[in-house]
């Protein structure tokens, strides 16, 4: 049983002291949420070919239909709008607008977006783009994809192709989501696309997708004019699983990996120290001045924290553990400690001196059901929010520079391994049917956010 499954909703969402012109949004990513995998002239990702290797995700699901977002894409706007939302981040299917990865684009799919954008921006909300959400055309990926150092370059063209189209309606940009959860997800753990466990190869993936994400600053800069940029990376605190020597050893490889291998060359212009050595032989002389050009903001996706244990048979020597039996956490496990989440947005703004959107936070659910008159009581979720809310206005009180909060997601979807188990909505969706459903944090949420419009 989860500790959060008696929590009493608060009769009504907070006042927050937050600064004035604070912005309330959600977040999406194409694959957990189009569908219409085989339509007008979209090819794979990297995504659809896992899917299809039996047993790499819970139940054989896929994103085939997902929320059948690409379809119902009008209706969903219309939820943000009635919640009251102020900005909404999507992310973009490279294989949708360059089928191939790079080459003819498919006027279809950039069709897609212009529509999906005009009603977001119909609807008074500020569209966010995010580049890249994990889901790399597959044709890409036969060409080595990430471990090939051209990919930077593909990047770089893909990025090109996008800012041109959208980017007198969009100023947001985000380049890449979570380099690090799909890099050792991908690389080091053989647990999502490509599905390997390979040092060498996790290494020039990192290196490439830094140098991607430098080189497509550079094209956003260029080309959209008034652009507002950044990239949303997952930070968390670790500590050991166990208070022994051995597992505290593996604190400081995961923290090197998970939280610093990505941000600190993007943002101070250095890997790692605990990585430098064995990242080198990839890279090539101004390749840190490639990858370390201004931002305008860091995007922090936080959901708990992580614990580290050491694992022999691990690519780096560590794995991640299991937390503390006395920890609070999710019905789908995950820790729940606000405290971390306070500590985190100071030290990102300590760390790297940007201002800090929360582009990512919620609370997973296997059991979210509607009740037989059709309401989905989520007060584990709303108790979530709201001390994840309070502990952000603690930080900002204490120094932070936080300009807004996106919930991860507007509806339930394609939860990567878990498929379409686990539910982060703020909406139900019936798979079966596509029928929508508000749960109570989303009526929740839409009285926080005008509870605190305007600071
Ligand atoms: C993040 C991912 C997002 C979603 C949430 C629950 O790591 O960026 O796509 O899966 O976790």
């Known amino acids: 049983m989860s500790n959060t499954e008696n929590a009493t909703p608060p009769a009504s969402a907070p006042k927050l002291d937050l ?18 995998a085989h339509e007008d002239g979209r090819a794979p990702s990297v995504w659809d070919t896992h899917c299809r290797q039996k047993g790499r995700v819970n139940n054989d699901d896929t994103g085939d239909v997902a929320c059948d977002h690409y379809h119902r894409y ?88 996008t800012a041109r189209r959208y980017g007198d309606r969009v100023k947001h940009w985000a380049t890449f989501n979570e380099q690090n959860v799909s890099t050792i997800f991908g690389f080091a753990l053989n647990w999502t696309p490509p599905g390997i466990a390979d040092r060498a190869a996790y290494y ?15 094209v956003l ?39 610093d291998i990505f941000p600190d060359p993007q943002i ?14 990839y890279v090539r002389a101004g390749d840190l001045g490639r990858i370390c050009r201004p931002l305008d903001w860091f995007g922090l996706n936080h959901y708990g924290s ?8 691990a690519v780096f020597g560590f794995h991640l553990g299991a937390a503390p039996e006395e920890m609070p956490h999710s019905e789908i496990g995950w820790a729940i400690h606000p405290e971390a989440f306070h500590y985190e947005l100071l030290n990102v703004h ?11 936070n919620g609370c997973g659910s296997d059991k979210d059901q509607p009740d037989e008159a059709g309401r989905v009581h989520d007060a584990h979720r709303i108790a979530y929010l709201r001390d994840y809310t309070q502990a952000m206005a603690e930080a900002v009180a ?3 520079d936080v300009r807004g909060y996106f919930v991860w997601s507007l509806l339930d979807n394609f939860e990567w391994g878990s498929g379409y188990a686990n539910r982060f909505g703020l909406v139900y969706v019936d798979f079966e049917t596509q029928k929508r459903l508000p749960k109570a944090s989303a009526q929740w949420y839409g009285e926080l956010v005008r509870n605190n419009r305007g600071g």
């Open 19 to 36: 600064p004035a012109g604070f912005l309330w949004g959600v977040s999406t990513s194409s694959y957990q949420i189009e569908g219409a």
């Open 74 to 161: 009008a209706e969903d706007v219309g939820l943000m709008k009635a919640i009251g939302l102020d900005a909404y981040r999507f992310s973009i299917a490279w294989p949708r607008v360059l089928p191939r990865g790079r080459g003819k684009a498919n006027g279809r799919g950039l069709d897609f977006y212009d529509r999906l954008i005009d009603a977001v921006l119909e609807a008074g909300i500020q569209p966010w783009i995010c580049l890249y959400h994990w889901d790399l055309p597959q044709a890409l990926e036969d060409l080595g994809g990430w471990i090939n150092r051209d990919s930077a370059g593909w990047f770089a063209d893909y990025a090109l192709l």
């Open 204 to 218: 020039r993936a990192v290196h490439h997708q830094n140098l991607a994400h430098g080189m497509a600053i550079d």
């Open 221 to 259: 800069r260029d080309s959209v004019p008034g652009a507002s940029l950044g990239v949303i990376h997952n930070r968390q605190i670790v500590y050991p699983e166990r208070h022994d020597p051995a597992h505290q050893a593996a604190v400081a490889p995961m923290d090197a990996h998970w939280n």
């Open 268 to 281: 101070l212009g250095v890997y790692p120290e605990l990585v430098a050595d064995e990242i080198e032989p």
């Open 306 to 313: 992580m614990w580290a244990k050491v694992d022999p048979n």
């Open 350 to 360: 300590r760390r790297y001196k940007l201002p800090i959107y929360v582009t990512e």
């Open 398 to 400: 204490d120094g932070a």
